[in-house]
């Protein structure tokens, strides 16, 4: 009988520890068992709010609106609402690529692309964010939404999403963050770790799945935080806004 190799380098998932090298494979198991239910689930635990903050985000990466080409790349990007956004908002030579590592997630997004009648503009590859098979400097933009705090080692991503950007190419993030506003700090804790496991486990009958969801979310860097290790991948110009008080932010930097 082989014995548990307890040397492996363990990290977070969620609130458990995991080895480092199986991570991967329980965020795949998440948004597996998911993936049917994302959007609907999405707007209920939120209650709306994300498509706001999308709406925000797709904004204020200002898609070129005349007929200048310019190729977006949207990682982990799950079913679509950012490419769809995007696609809507830009000019008709304005193209994006959705990259996600789960095919059930890529599937839904297939549909919802279709459905939007988009599948000219959008194209979905399946793909790891810390290894993008695209070549250097390949794309105007790249955007990462509610995405980046799943992925295992976030530099490796962050440095990925410097080689494939242009130079002048622009890296948009949206993540939740740190909420710092008095009360509304109490009224989230109460959402994340009573209604939401409720709400995944009476809505989408996996709880585990949706206190994952809220336990990665309280171990992603801060904004602070997070926009250096934006900068220390090589990002200038690096800022960020926050959204709803924290709840969420957008990060933003060039490639300069
Ligand atoms: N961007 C979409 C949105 O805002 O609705 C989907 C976000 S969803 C919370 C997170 C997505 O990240 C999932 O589709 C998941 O498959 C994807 N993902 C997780 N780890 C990834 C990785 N290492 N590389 C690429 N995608 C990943």
Redesign the pocket.
């Known amino acids: 009988m082989t014995e548990p190799d307890n040397t492996a380098t363990q990290t977070s998932f969620g609130y458990r520890d995991v080895p480092e090298d199986e991570r991967?494979d329980h965020?795949?198991r998440v948004?597996a068992a998911v993936a049917e239910r994302?959007d609907l689930m999405?707007d209920l635990m939120s209650g709306g709010l994300?498509r706001l903050w999308?709406d925000d985000f797709v904004t204020a990466l200002n898609p070129p609106r005349g007929d200048q080409a310019f190729k977006l790349l949207?990682?982990?990007?799950?079913?679509g609402?950012?490419a769809i956004r995007y696609a809507r908002a830009a000019g008709r030579n304005a193209t994006a690529v959705l990259?996600?590592?789960?095919p059930e997630?890529i599937a839904v997004g297939q549909r919802r692309v279709q459905d939007a009648g988009l599948e000219d503009r959008i194209t979905l590859t399946q793909?790891?964010?810390?290894a993008l098979p695209f070549p250097d400097r390949s794309f105007d933009a790249y955007t990462?939404?509610?995405?980046i705090r799943?992925?295992?080692h976030i530099d490796r991503?962050l440095a990925e999403a410097f080689r494939v950007l242009r130079v002048g190419g622009r890296f948009m993030c949206?993540e939740f963050s740190q909420v710092d506003v008095p009360i509304l700090d109490k009224l989230y804790d109460f959402h994340s770790f009573t209604v939401i496991p409720r709400l995944g486990a009476l809505a989408a009958g996996d709880e585990p799945a949706y206190r994952y969801?809220v336990e990665s979310i309280r171990k992603f860097p801060p904004q602070e935080r997070f926009a250096e290790m934006i900068r220390a991948a090589g990002f200038e110009r690096v800022s960020y806004r926050n959204l709803t008080g924290g709840v969420a932010a957008i990060h933003s930097g060039w490639k300069i």
């Open positions: 991967q965020v795949n948004f994302y999405n994300h999308k949207d990682v982990a990007g799950g079913t609402d950012i990259c996600d590592i789960s997630m793909g790891n964010a810390e990462i939404a509610f995405g799943n992925v295992t991503a949206l969801l």
